[in-house]
């Protein structure tokens, strides 16, 4: 019976590839999915062997990172010391958040910068005024990138055969009943955004939410993040979103610019 297959298929054979390491920060990674893990659930979501998943529970307890009982695993808080050395690298984020406050106060709704990571956006910098989305948002959020404001801008930015290569994952979950989820559909939709410099997500990623992105470039013009404002669908039109907010993130995107060399 062949073994079954993990992300990590695709290193065999390169012998600087060290895949201990690898299977412990697999498992780690399955928490984004669960809160807690059993043996066989950490083994099912990762496509490790149990003995081998085990081990990797084992270990990643035994360094502080996990807590066991009663047969399961959870997170612990040191694994937040690793977080915090990526955030406080990331320069761009700390000197981009006062220009965040600012647009927060001007517009009176929460906004956001994200980048791009395999297929999601994670959450660098955040502003909230009251909370809209039933999804606890802050820095090192992560959400889907087909349906998302930022998520839509950062697609479209790519280039064309990664643009292509995310669209082929179609068909992509169905989060609402405006959720766009085919190939074409999001394709045509990137181009669109691509051409009109911003993107608007209309209850895609959930009822009741409105929010709409511009990219933030670099000096060079490369698109490095996203910045969003999100809204009330009760309150605000798709409409006032683009002839009242649009302006204002525009600018402070522009303003952005010059911090962006910071780094990410």
Do not use: H
Request: proline share 6%; aromatic share 6%.
């Amino acid at each position: 019976m062949p073994a079954p297959s993990t992300a990590l298929d695709r290193f065999a054979g390169d012998p600087d590839f060290m895949l201990s390491l690898a299977r412990g920060l697999l498992v780690l990674r399955a928490f984004e999915k669960e809160a807690k893990l059993t043996i066989g659930r950490a083994a099912a979501l990762t496509g490790l062997p149990r003995p081998a998943a085990r081990r990797c529970l084992y270990t990643l307890e035994q360094l502080g990172y996990l807590a066991a009982r009663d047969g399961e695993w959870q997170l612990r808080p040191l694994l937040l010391s690793l977080a915090r050395a990526y955030l406080t690298s990331t320069r761009f984020a700390e000197a981009a958040q006062p220009r965040l406050d600012q647009l927060r106060d001007e517009v009176g709704e929460s906004c956001s910068i994200g980048v791009f990571d395999e297929g999601e956006v994670v959450y660098i910098a955040r502003s909230e005024t009251q909370r809209i989305i039933s999804i606890a948002l802050s820095v090192g959020s992560r959400l889907p990138a087909y349906c998302t404001s930022m998520g839509r801008v950062l697609l479209a930015a790519l280039e064309p055969a990664a643009r292509a290569a995310c669209c082929a994952a179609a068909p992509f979950p169905v989060r609402t009943p405006f959720t766009l989820t085919t190939a074409d559909a999001i394709a045509a939709e990137l181009k669109r955004v691509d051409e009109a410099g911003y993107a608007v997500i209309d209850q895609e990623m959930e009822i009741g939410l409105r929010s709409i992105a511009v990219p933030v470039r670099d000096r060079t013009g490369k698109v490095v993040a996203a910045l969003n404002v999100g809204v009330a669908s009760s309150r605000t039109a798709p409409e006032d979103l683009i002839a009242r907010i649009l302006p204002r993130l525009q600018s402070a995107a522009e303003e952005m610019r010059e911090l962006a060399g910071l780094g990410l």
